[in-house]
């Protein structure tokens, strides 16, 4: 899902057993991952899925990684009860099962999420992080809420929107070089176009190389070559939000 209006040629790539150091918890009418650091924080972040879904296990390791660096993580489930995809499903049906799960239709989701972390974790500084259909998203929810304070939207973009140049909040765009759905032209025109009319802080950057998901659902425990760069993109994710959260 690599934007609103193409499928995306998602393979679910190198899927981990890795079992979460969080709990799953239930907030209003949504569920949701709730993984919190060893020291108490005011600092969280929302974890926003790809298609796979909120249960998907490296969704999960990169909140627990989040967490590890001091943030209330959360992840919810953004489809609300609703089937994630699924590597066996046809991809001619991808858009069809979409119409019901749109990235730029979560707000309500979004202001349950928000006033949890608020409320029951004390978080006053809070940030986004989504991958594929979360990173279109994220960058959609910088459009739109000041109050939170960054965002890293990991191969996704808002194309649909008139004012998806009009970040409210400094946001951290990462792409795959070669990436089927993102070609590096979108990412080009989105740079120059943000250059010209987006008034906080951004960033854009391209990894050579790589593909669609490499920064969270390739391990890099198995896949020494690109170890290297899945790293330098976590690292990019985690000083994206130190410096403004």
């Given at each position: 899902?690599a ?7 998602c ?15 239930q ?9 919190k ?5 005011d600092?969280?972040?929302i ?8 249960e ?8 627990d ?55 029951q974790c ?26 939170i304070?960054a ?12 004012d ?11 792409f795959?070089?070669?990436d ?49 760069q ?16």
């Open positions: 899902m934007n609103e209006a193409k499928p995306c040629p393979d679910i790539g190198d899927r981990s057993d890795y079992g979460g150091l969080g709990q799953e918890v907030i209003e009418h949504i569920k949701a991952y709730v993984v650091p060893s020291t108490t924080s600092k969280a972040v974890v926003i899925q790809d298609i796979f879904g909120w998907l296990p490296n969704t999960r390791y990169m909140a990684m989040l967490a590890a660096n001091g943030y209330t993580a959360v992840c919810p489930d953004f489809f609300v009860g609703k089937e994630p995809w699924s590597p066996t499903k046809d991809w001619s049906t991808f858009q069809e099962w979409l119409k019901d799960k749109k990235p730029t239709d979560i707000n309500k989701e979004v202001d349950v999420v928000l006033k949890y972390l608020k409320e004390g978080a006053k500084r809070i940030g986004t992080v989504g991958f594929c259909w979360g990173g279109v998203a994220t960058h959609y929810l910088a459009l739109l809420y000041s109050e304070k965002g890293v939207s990991v191969y996704g973009i808002v194309r649909e929107r008139e998806r140049y009009s970040l409210k909040s400094p946001t951290l765009f990462i795959a070089e070669n089927n759905v993102i070609p590096l032209d979108q990412v080009s025109a989105l740079e120059a176009n943000l250059k010209g009319k987006c008034t906080v802080d951004f960033q854009l950057k391209v990894f050579p190389g790589q593909t669609h998901g490499f920064v969270h659902r390739k391990r890099e425990d198995i896949n020494p070559a690109d170890k290297p899945i790293e330098e993109a976590r690292k990019d994710m985690l000083n994206w939000l130190n410096k403004y959260i």
